[in-house]
């Protein structure tokens, strides 16, 4: 993989995920007639950093390592987390914090990459 490839993979990533975090915190009190909208940026900013993700772990590591597969089970709870605030509204704080949690797990793996 290109230098120039790598640093897009990564921005387009982490920025993708900033915005999938910040989807939720918005659907977490927003106006009923904001969910399309936001189930639209959610679902886009889902895509894309599913692809980069699975685009540098085909390409850095082979499809190796069980810390991929953990930062995949995160992805698909933050996935279903707008749709979930707008629905249970009553459970804000958990969509919140559970979406805080999967971050930080998500985070520490590809940090650490501990298996
Ligand atoms: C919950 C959602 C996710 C979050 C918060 C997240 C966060 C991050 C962050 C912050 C980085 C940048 C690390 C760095 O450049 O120092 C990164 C890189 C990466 N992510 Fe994700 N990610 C998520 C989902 C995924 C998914 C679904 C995959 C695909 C299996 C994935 C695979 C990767 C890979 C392969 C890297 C590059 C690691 C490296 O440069 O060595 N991520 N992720």
């Known amino acids: ?13 982490v920025l ?14 927003g106006a009923p007639e904001t969910r399309k909208k936001a189930l639209m940026w959610s679902g886009i900013a889902g895509v894309l950093a599913l692809l980069a993700g699975v685009r540098m772990w085909q390409a850095l590591y082979q499809f190796s390592g069980g810390w991929a597969v953990v930062k ?19 459970k804000a704080r958990l969509w919140i914090g559970l979406t805080v949690v999967l971050a930080a797990v998500a985070v520490t793996m590809v940090y650490t990459r501990p298996f």
């Open 72 to 90: 995949l089970v995160c992805w698909l709870g933050l996935s279903a987390f707008v749709g979930l605030a707008y629905k249970r509204r009553e």
């Open 16 to 29: 993708s995920v900033l915005v999938m975090g910040a989807t939720v915190f918005y659907a977490a009190a």
């Open 1 to 13: 993989m290109s230098s120039a490839e790598y640093n897009a993979l990564h921005i387009l990533h």
